[in-house]
Structures are given as C-alpha cells and as structure tokens.
C-alpha cells in the first residue's frame, strides 16, 4: 500500500455536477467500510451521486496503516478523503488513563459521526453513511442499535440522513458483495496491534479471517 499523503482538499471527480445528492461515508481502510466506499462509488460512477470520504486521525495505533489503505482504495475509485487530525486529542485522553486497554478515544463512533454531521454542512451533503455491521452491535455502545437509533434522530433534526446499509449483514456478507464491487481486499487494513503485517490474533483480526473462511468453504451468503 502506498505511503501517500495526497492532497488534503476534499474533492470529487463529479464535483461539477449540479442537483446530484451529496453524502459522506466515514472510512477506516477495513473491509466494512472498504466495501461501503465501493458501493457508493458506483452509485457516483452511475452519475447518481457525490461521495466526500471522511478518515478520522484520533491516535489509533494503526493510523497510518489504515490511511494508506483509505487512499489507495479512493484513488482506484477517483474519489478524494479528507483526513481530519484529533491525534492530539487521543494522545492526550490516552496520557490521562491511569491503567486499561489501548482505547485513545472513547465512544469513537459519537465523536467520528458528530464530525461528519459537521462536514455535512461544508461540502453541502444531504447523509452521512457508516459501514457499521451487524457483527459490531453487540461490541460496544457508540456501535448499539438504540445508539445508532438515536444518533439517526439527531442527524434528521439537523435535516441529515443517516444511512447504515450493512447493519443487518453479516461480514461474511459483505465480503461477497466486496467481490462483486471488485474490492482488493488485500489493500485493506483491520489489526488493532498497528502492525505492517496483520497479527491473526486480536479481536479484527480474528472476524477477518473467520469471514473469509465462510466464503472459501463456500457458506451460502446472506444479508
């Protein structure tokens, strides 16, 4: 994966384009988002929409490992991220937690989506989109359903919509609609450890490979 910064003015190729609807997709360089990223950039290839991909910095050990893995896959679909930088604000929560895991920015997903709520208003969008799955409801609260719930009724208030296609898909799932959008998997990045070379063990890594698992023994697929 390239080490590439690229340019940090959000832009779209299809930027030109009047009356089309606008949307922000949060991504990480993992498999969920990855494919999420694919999805809407067909609907952009198609002339139906514009994607302003949005890469959240908040001190994450694998941080630029995930960003090189978001700009590869942005450019293959010519689209541009933005990366906004809180690194500061997850190395100082994570200076002020006296014991406990590695856990930079509590509550990610409230302060992640909050973040894009606002870029909705720069870019003029109309949704915000997270590729968050079924697997991940039960993990932690800024990923419960009663969260994202809610989190869908502020964004409306604001006159945003909340877009969460994959919540009832399994991961397995949405590796195979992945193969159908022609993602490379191997250009996307999951381990917690931060590592060059994924680690096999930590919590990612482990769903990655029982998802992949699923689809070579040839599960049958469902969303």
Not at 15 to 23: A, E, F, L
Not at 198 to 217: E, M, N, V, W
Request: glycine share 10%; charged share 20%; proline share 5%.
């Amino acid at each position: 994966m390239s080490g590439a910064e690229g340019p940090t003015k959000a832009s779209c190729p299809y930027s030109r384009n009047q009356g089309i609807p606008r949307t922000v997709v949060l991504v990480s360089g993992g498999v969920d988002s990855t494919v999420l990223l694919y999805q809407l950039a067909e609907r952009a290839r198609a002339g139906k929409l514009l994607v302003y991909p949005l890469f959240i910095d908040y001190a994450q050990r694998a941080t630029e490992l995930e960003y090189e893995a978001v700009y590869w896959h942005c450019r293959r679909v010519q689209l541009q991220p933005r990366r906004l930088d809180l690194s500061r604000v997850g190395e100082a929560f994570g200076r002020a937690r006296a014991t406990g895991p590695h856990i930079p920015l509590p509550h990610r997903n409230l302060v992640a989506l909050s973040l894009a709520l606002s870029y909705v208003g720069v870019v003029g969008a109309k949704s915000v989109a997270l590729g968050v799955i079924r697997d991940d409801v039960g993990g932690y609260p800024s990923a419960s359903l009663p969260f994202l719930d809610a989190f869908g009724e502020l964004a409306q208030i604001l006159g945003t919509d909340f877009e969460t296609p994959f919540v009832h898909s399994d991961k397995a799932s949405v590796i195979a609609e992945g193969h159908r959008l022609g993602v490379d998997f191997g250009q996307t990045y999951s381990c917690m450890l931060g590592r060059r070379i994924h680690c096999g063990h930590c919590t990612q890594c482990l769903r990655r490979d029982s998802a992949f698992r699923q689809i070579s023994f040839g599960r049958r697929v469902t969303s």
